[in-house]
């Protein structure tokens, strides 16, 4: 049997995946910060413990987005089916029926949950409890929870559900094509915050390239804040011992010693979060849920990590 992301992206392993997650990355982080106390092992300790911070987030940022994208290609087809169900019903077909003879057709993602309520029917679950069952996994959708609470108030009230399911499809559809265009409109924003990000970058490794000769010639005499001090000279301060956490990722990331540890991890941390929250606020700007943005951070966190390896 093949792995199925989606199936293991799921929200009935969300909960058990992110406690494992967090409790690793506490795990640690407990770790980190005893070796960081070691003066031989500080910057070892160091790296542990913001490898830890990212143990105990990534897992979460990777579930929002997956179940965002799932949610969201199953919005898609939710107006076709609610029009294909209302169809089936018109036909004379009970309620029971016309949900079978939906399992024929593909929905795409839609087609398991689907699966799941005619297995359900098929056990003798009257078919309201299989429709409130059906929208409690569904709840994490809103336009697909909302949808199921009205149709199932139509049920409950006598109303004719039927028409209820072809307005709702109908409704819906504007909903996503309304979605789409402000989607499409945005995409200017996105190229824009991709366009910010890339001369960030840019500007971080010409400074780095700029100041790091002068830094080491012993033209520029710099202390921790940036002021001008003539008894010590930029080659006489210990950057690292004065700022441990920034240079513990020299090592790893084989970014040098000294002053040029320090100034490149500088650069490349600050490079580093630039993108990554340039990332979310492009999935913010364009689909209107910063679980979107879990894409858009990672391709611009891959890029500032492979420029620097290559240029910095």
């Keep these: 049997m093949g792995f199925d992301i989606n199936t293991f992206f799921r929200h009935e392993n969300e909960k058990l995946f992110k406690k494992g997650s967090l409790i690793t990355g506490i795990l640690f982080i407990i770790f980190g910060l005893f ?6 092992f500080q910057s070892l300790g160091i790296f542990i413990l913001f490898l830890g911070a990212i143990i105990s987030v990534v897992p979460s940022s990777l579930y929002a987005y997956f179940n965002f994208s799932k949610y969201n290609r199953m919005e898609e087809q939710f107006p076709r089916f609610l029009r294909d169900f209302a ?13 079978r003879s939906r399992m024929n057709t593909d929905y795409g993602e839609l087609n398991s949950e689907i699966a799941k309520s005619v297995h359900q029917l098929s056990w003798g679950m009257p078919f309201v409890q299989v429709m409130t069952s059906m929208a409690d996994r569904l709840k994490y959708s809103s336009i697909m929870r909302r949808s199921f609470t009205i149709i199932l ?32 409109d945005m995409s200017q924003q996105v190229i824009m ?42 080659s ?35 490079a580093l979060i630039q993108a990554i929250t340039s990332g979310f606020m ?31």
């Design 153 to 184: 108030e139509a049920f409950n009230a006598g109303g004719d559900v039927t028409e209820v399911m072809d307005d709702l499809s109908t409704d819906i559809k504007a909903i996503k094509e309304l979605h789409d265009e402000r989607k499409a």
């Design 193 to 234: 915050m991709y366009f910010i990000s890339f001369l960030f970058l840019v500007i971080a490794l010409m400074m780095y390239n700029i100041m790091m000769p002068l830094v080491s010639s012993g033209l520029m005499d710099v202390n921790l804040f940036g002021a001008s001090d003539s008894s010590a000279s930029s």
């Design 87 to 99: 169809e089936a019903k018109k036909s004379g077909m009970t309620f029971q029926d016309a949900l």
């Design 282 to 312: 492009c999935g913010e700007i364009s689909e209107g849920s910063a679980a979107a943005g879990v894409k858009h951070a990672l391709f611009l966190s891959v890029v500032a990590f492979v420029v620097f390896m290559i240029f910095g």
């Design 35 to 40: 070796l960081a106390f070691n003066p031989i």
């Design 236 to 270: 006489e301060i210990e950057y690292c011992s004065m700022v441990p956490f920034v240079c513990s990722i020299c090592v790893p990331f084989g970014f040098g010693e000294g002053q040029l540890c320090y100034f490149e991890a500088l650069f490349f941390l600050m």
